[in-house]
């Protein structure tokens, strides 16, 4: 069972890395899914997989006795998928905006704050002034 | 007792709410809260710091679970130190911010995120468990994410993504190696850790630390993995870059500090070499940068990088001096980039331009911002007498003393090219005759609240230049409480000898 979770962690450790390296920032961004679901797993099988052993105290004792299956692994896996979907929502919004503001979702087009020199004139003017706009108005109300 | 390790965090986060509670009401209101909330903070901090001094580290086990079991804060000099310093320019920053944001980032929420922001930093500094510091980093990232983006310019939006590819793939880092790290030691407790990690395989363990050191370096912008910071550090506006400038790569450089002397000093031949190799290869690439760029904050953000170099230079000793030359210098670094990042804002905002060649003769209309350019600038350079100099002095000191001369050659170049290119930006902003005439001085209503904070941290630039021995003594104290680990084990550690009687919510007894 652990050979299955340590090979399915892998896997997905791959493919992230795989899309993470393409030119589309929405492939970025499931890439950046799978690293952190291969992350979850990862935990998962580190914490040991033992099955059936809840840790539980038996009423005539005052430890757990091990083998248990730890329970603070899960915790801590909870917890990381929490922040990891805070951060993902954050990440679709901002690849949305992103595309809204440059038509396009190639990486290789948003090379402008790293250029020496001219361009910067461009990068600091707004986007499209109407979109702006309306979309400020939407947040207020 | 553990009411000043909590205030830091508490203080910032109520602030928080109170400031989203107000936040459609008039701007004036939520000015003088944040103000207020920044100032009560940077009390809250002296406190502790007052608190740690007298009584050595300080530790509270929060909802009174014992360690290792449950989460700990803890403060020693080190942290406690960095705390004082981190409120005092977010306190600077926050009062900068309130003349200078425009009312549309301020609607969005620009000062409940700062705050959300110092809830994380205060945190990363403050906890005694690496699951926590995953945690506080990553509070401290959203909230940095989106502050980064909260305009919708081109430039932000762009910056935004790599800022926020990068740093997410340092957290995946982090926390799968903190994941095999329970797997192999069990617990996550920075001071059990420490007990535990010497009785396993130093294979395993050197792996993990590598995977640690990729992470934070990624934080941190040491030199393979500083990209993402020149490309996104100087596109939101001024108070935006200021506050990322003075404290998220110092988060990353205390958390390489604090796991490379506590937790994995198993094998210093080889982890701590190549963080020497790095460390200078950071220097140099980030002032080659510096040199090659044509406006204000890109040489200011190249410059974060170099300096990082310097600390992580005093890390990889992994000797007294050399970790007292590291506080000491994430001290004065922290004070004085922030300070360069609101002049540099200052200069942008009279000049018209944040390019070199349409700056010039700015030092006709405003004389005093050049003097109080010029003071974190030499500062940056090491300089005597500014806290530059002593800094430096330090790390090379401690350089020589452990026999690693090509590093040491490596920081004095790269200080002279430091001090390079502050004077290109010193003579094109301020000498030139030709360029552009200025196009405004500053406006009389705001200009107090924009030159004061600058003033103020110039000030503790040459205060704790000229009275370098108080920090200096700081900083040594700090880094002898570093290497003693034991200290460390017995402060967090002896708490569980001091709740005898816990019992378990089930009736169970610990």
């Not at chain 1, 290789?108 to 004139?121: N, S, Y």
């Not at chain 2, 449950?70 to 309130?98: C, E, H, K, R």
């Not at chain 2, 001071?191 to 990624?218: E, K, N, W, Y």
């Not at chain 2, 701590?272 to 953000?301: D, K, P, W, Y």
Request: proline share 5%; charged share 10%.
């Amino acid at each position: 069972m652990e050979i299955l979770f340590a090979l399915m962690a892998g896997l997905l450790y791959g493919c992230g890395l795989y899309l993470l390296l393409r030119r589309s920032i929405v492939k970025v961004v499931v890439g950046l899914i799978l690293l952190g679901n291969g992350t979850n797993l990862l935990i998962f099988t580190a914490g040991g997989l033992i099955r059936g052993r809840p840790p539980l105290v038996p009423p005539d004792a005052t430890s757990v006795s091990p083998p248990y299956a730890d329970p603070l692994p899960q915790a801590l896996i909870l917890t990381a998928i929490v922040i990891s979907f805070g951060v993902l929502v954050f990440a679709v919004a901002l690849v949305y905006r992103t595309y809204r503001a440059l038509s396009t979702d190639d990486l290789d087009a948003l090379i402008t704050t790293d250029r020496l020199g001219e361009v910067p004139e461009a990068a600091h003017a707004p986007m499209i002034p109407a979109v702006v706009a309306s979309e400020t108005n939407r947040e207020e109300g | 007792m553990g009411l000043t390790l909590v205030l830091p965090l508490l203080i910032p986060l109520v602030t928080t709410l109170v400031l989203f509670a107000v936040r459609q009401r008039r701007r004036v209101i939520s000015h003088g809260i944040a103000i207020i909330g920044a100032t009560l903070t940077l009390l809250a901090a002296a406190v502790l710091l007052a608190d740690v001094w007298t009584h050595g580290i300080r530790v509270i086990a929060i909802g009174r679970w014992p360690p290792p079991y449950g989460i700990v804060l803890v403060a020693d000099l080190f942290s406690s130190a960095l705390l004082v310093v981190s409120q005092l320019v977010s306190w600077a920053t926050v009062v900068y911010a309130t003349a200078w944001m425009d009312p549309d980032r301020e609607r969005a929420g620009f000062y409940p995120l700062v705050f959300v922001l110092l809830v994380g930093v205060n945190g990363a500094f403050l906890t005694g468990d690496l699951f926590n510091l995953y945690v506080w980093f990553e509070v401290m990232l959203m909230a940095s994410f989106v502050l980064l983006v909260l305009g919708v310019e081109r430039g932000e939006v762009e910056g935004g993504i790599k800022y926020v590819s990068l740093n997410l793939l340092a957290s995946t880092f982090f926390l799968s190696a903190a994941g095999i790290l329970y797997g192999i030691a069990g617990t996550l407790n920075l001071a059990d850790l420490s007990v535990v990690l010497p009785r396993l395989d130093p294979g395993i363990v050197t792996v993990i630390a590598m995977l640690f050191a990729v992470a934070f370096g990624i934080k941190a912008a040491v030199f393979p993995l500083f990209f993402w910071l020149p490309a996104s550090y100087h596109t939101p506006p001024v108070p935006v870059s200021a506050l990322f400038a003075g404290l998220l790569t110092k988060v990353g450089v205390y958390a390489l500090i604090r796991v490379f002397t506590l937790l994995f000093v198993h094998d210093p031949g080889w982890t701590h070499r190549i963080l020497l190799v790095c460390a200078a290869s950071t220097m140099v690439t980030g002032v080659l940068g510096a040199l090659a760029q044509q406006e204000v904050r890109r040489i200011l953000s190249f410059h974060i990088v170099s300096q990082i170099g310097y600390m992580i230079f005093g890390l990889a000793l992994l000797t007294p001096l050399g970790l007292s030359s590291s506080v000491y210098y994430l001290i004065h670094h922290i004070v004085v980039k922030t300070n360069l990042f609101l002049i540099g804002g200052l200069v942008e905002r009279t000049g018209g331009s944040s390019r070199l060649a349409n700056l010039g003769g700015l030092d006709r209309i405003h004389p005093w911002l050049g003097l109080i350019f010029l003071i974190p600038a030499l500062s940056l350079a090491g300089i005597p007498p500014l806290s530059g100099f002593f800094a430096k002095l330090l790390v090379i000191r401690a350089g020589f003393a452990a026999g690693t001369y090509c590093a040491v050659a490596v920081a004095i170049v790269v200080s002279l090219l430091t001090l390079l290119s502050m004077l290109k930006i010193w003579n094109e902003a301020f000498w030139k005759e030709e360029g552009h005439a200025p196009s405004s001085s500053l406006q009389a209503k705001h200009s107090l609240r924009l030159v004061l904070p600058s003033v103020l941290l110039a000030l503790v630039t040459i205060l704790i230049g000229i009275a370098a021995e108080p920090v200096l003594t700081l900083s040594t104290e700090a880094a002898e409480q570093l290497l003693d680990n034991q200290a460390y084990r017995d402060a967090v550690l002896g708490a569980r000898s001091a709740q005898v009687a816990y019992t378990f919510p089930g009736g169970g007894h610990a």
